[in-house]
């Protein structure tokens, strides 16, 4: 069978950066499924993507789908025919499949003959059905769509040209009145048309018109450009990666180049330089060898080395008037005191039906204090962590912030220290937004986290409390990321108190200042089951097996550390041979104790052998001397494996007698009780 290469590629007006890599990955999933459905085999297939087009090549294409045999089921053989003749329903199903009624046969299906008919079905010509591929690159998914002009057709920018071809033909398709051929274009200033003679062409003639197609290999050069600029200046560049991924998708044919600011910018904080050149230019920072920045900033042009001097004035006229804004913006706010911002957070709204900015920031006072009685911190910590509570929000209404609000806490803690506030206050400012998203360190000092616990937990019980609760993929006040943030705190802090009367006590008290639009009861509930689906994510990340995790958080999940111990500490037991015995054994007792209907007391005296009564002495002996350390009190439960096991041995549960069944039931229950303090071990999955 012949093979042919696909290329079908869209041109547009430039695409926003951040469109540009999903929708390469959609086009070329797509194409290549879209084939598969249609029984076309390739062999490989690759994305191209820029700017300003979209584009699938696809190697090794047959030219012909293969031909394929269909049974098709027909009437029951008693409909279809009577006394030795065929029926006019049986010529209707043979006409429908194209065949004669000679051609069928019976075969059984339940009991019941059924008429068939093998129909062959030949392949139809790949040519002939690769126009299709049109409505496929057209139900592209963007973030937005728009109608241009007056065209039917909503799509993320205008269409401006179609390159389509098979091997050496162009495939016929329209869309937005732009007709496909086999013209490209290469870069908008320095390219001119690429006319390819073939699909197996696109690459090499796209890059002798000023444009890599290829996104890893674009991005590959802008790497190796940035890198050999740092190596010939002796710098440090780093290339965060989601501002490198935007940069490779603003150009088609990269260029680096560095230039240079005035380095009496220097006394503005340096988060706020990079910030500015990041989010402001998509500039890179330089760093000299010690990690201290530069007045450099690394760009990447799209175009060639030519006329890089004017580029790099342009650049650095640029910069320096957005740096100007940013030094100005900071020695304004330096002119007030964070506390003399306090009274304007009363006329921000938090939310319509949870008050100000100062309600909130009042909230956040009184549930650290809260959380400062239940670690039992010391006095010094208290005040400390009351005052960055006071004046946690109070950056936000700087005129820093807002320019640029990823800043909000860093700055505070910037002109905390302006003002004259301890560094462990000023640091528990910047803190109390830690951690901002996965992977983030929670805040190192106790001041920060009992700030960042409080306000997060604040938001979660106001939010459930008026019932914005996330559904699905919807989560537009981030609940999901900030009960995980708390309990990477609480893990951080090791703190010993209970999450859940925490949790009551927040509820209780915004309960009766009338915030909560739910009953307390409904809002705690729901709280915990949403704080357990966020204890699944954290044990996975910590490399928890999920049957593990089902097993310790059945046991309980008020109290994190406890969680994250008991997890860590069967995770090892799985390596030890002996946990599966133990586990068999656990298990047996918990399986046979849900079958006890009530909640009666073990009474020694129906003990009928030295088993039960070893084994109940035993247990409450363990249960005496069992401690809070999961080591230890596991210990103490496999210490009644053998007496378990010769339980068993010697005890019928299920007595005939009723009293004795009963009792013997209660003492399983209780052991039950004891051994799943520590985890469901029912739950622990083995494998052969």
Known sequence: MNKQTLLIEIGLEEMPARFVPNAENEWTSRAAAWLKENRISFDTVRGFSTPRRLAVQVSGVDTVQPDIKEEAKGPAEKIGRKDGQWT????????GQGVTTDDLYVKEIKGESYLFAEKHIKGAE???LLPELKDVLLSIPFPKNMRWADRDIRYVRPIKWITALFGEDIIPM?????????TSRGHRFLGGTASLSSAEDYETALKQEFVIADSSERK????????????DEGWQVPMQEGLLDEVNNLVEYPTALFGTFDESFLQVPEEVLITSMREHQRYFPVMDKNNVILPHFVTVRNGDHRHLDNVRRGNEKVLRARLADAEFFYQEDK???LEARLPKLSSIVYHEELGTLAEKTARIRTAAAELAQAAGTDERTRAKADRAAALSKADLVTHMVDEFPELEGLMGEYYALHDGEDAETAAA?????LPKQSGDEPPHGEAGRLVSAADKLDTLVTSFGIGAVPTGSQDPYGLRRQAQAVLYVYLKAGWSFSLHEVLEKQASRLEKDGLLKRPAAEVLRDLHNFFDLRW???LKERGVRYDVADAVMAAGTAYPAEVAARADFFMQKLADPSFKEDVEAFSRVTNIASKAENEAAVDPSLFENEAEKNL?????QAETAAGADTAEMYAQQTALVPLINRYFDETMVMADDPSVRSNRLAQMKQTSAFLTRLADYQAVVFHS
């Open 88 to 95: 006019k329903a049986a010529e209707g199903f043979a006409r």
């Open 126 to 128: 790949t040519a002939a």
């Open 174 to 182: 329209e869309a937005a009145g732009v007709t496909s051929g086999r």
């Open 220 to 231: 590959r050069a802008i790497v190796k450009q940035i890198e050999q600029i740092a190596e």
């Open 335 to 337: 002119k007030q005191p």
């Open 429 to 433: 400012i910047r803190e109390h937004y």
């Open 536 to 538: 699944k994510n954290l």
């Open 616 to 620: 109940y002495e035993a247990m409450l």
